[in-house]
């Protein structure tokens, strides 16, 4: 007897076979206990990447509870990408992903991950970096949920300015002293402000620096000198 997550593997597989050879991404959400596959934008440029559109979250999250996020493998088999790995465990939620290799669809699902300690992370650019450990730090500690962003690997040599665009976006205002969980922005080795730490009591940094893994550190006349801003989340 097929089910309904049955049905929504169908429906999953046959928007992949839409999208080919670009990779599809969808979500199953729960409405009102049922599962539903729905078609999501992928805004990724990269052809081996999917970036789901944040509008379509949004207007999943209204209809129900989702219950796992999918994308699609092109000629590939369904096994995770160092990528998707580090992705998913930052995600906290279950992943589908859908394999089209020679005319056939294959399976894998990834149960969702507990939460990522805030210390002793590894580096995935765009995954678990600098600001995945912001978010989660406010998301923990404060209760916030900050927006995230796509972000390609060497953005801030790229012209693109994540940190400084998006202050305003998610609430944030400058200040002159940090006080407990106010973010502290740097620009390390680039013009650009590209480093965001957690400021905490007695003058140390929770943060996570490129290729390093997350740490509390004090924080230093190295990083004094290279911070550009000292943010307070106002809502
Ligand atoms: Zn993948």
């Given at each position: 007897m097929s089910t309904l997550l049955d049905k929504c593997r169908a429906d999953a597989e046959a928007h992949a076979r839409s999208e080919y050879p670009r990779e599809a991404v969808g979500l199953v959400v729960a409405v009102r206990g049922k599962p539903r596959y729905i078609p999501c934008r992928n805004q990724?440029?990269?052809?081996d990447h999917f970036v789901l559109h944040p509008e379509d979250y949004a207007a999943a999250e209204d209809l129900g509870d989702i219950v796992a996020i999918v994308h699609s493998h092109p000629d590939c088999g369904p096994e995770p990408s160092l990528h998707d790995l580090a992705s998913h465990a930052a995600s906290r939620m279950t992943w589908w992903i859908v394999g089209l290799k020679d005319g056939a669809a294959t399976w894998q699902e990834m149960q969702a991950a507990g939460e990522l300690p805030l210390e002793g992370r590894v580096f995935v650019h765009g995954a678990i970096d600098c600001y995945t450990l912001v978010r989660d730090y406010y998301r923990q500690e404060l209760g916030i949920i900050l927006p995230d962003f796509h972000r390609k690997d060497d953005w801030w040599h790229n012209g693109d300015n994540l940190y400084v665009d998006n202050f305003a976006k998610t609430g944030f205002v400058p200040v002159d002293t940090p006080e407990q969980g106010d973010l502290i922005v740097m620009a390390i080795g680039s013009p650009t402000p590209c480093h965001g730490a957690i400021w905490l009591e007695g003058d140390v940094l929770l943060h996570h620096l490129y290729g390093r893994l997350s740490c509390k550190e004090v924080y230093g006349r190295a990083y004094r000198e290279c911070t550009t801003h000292i943010m307070r989340y106002r809502g």
């Open positions: 990724s440029e990269e052809p």
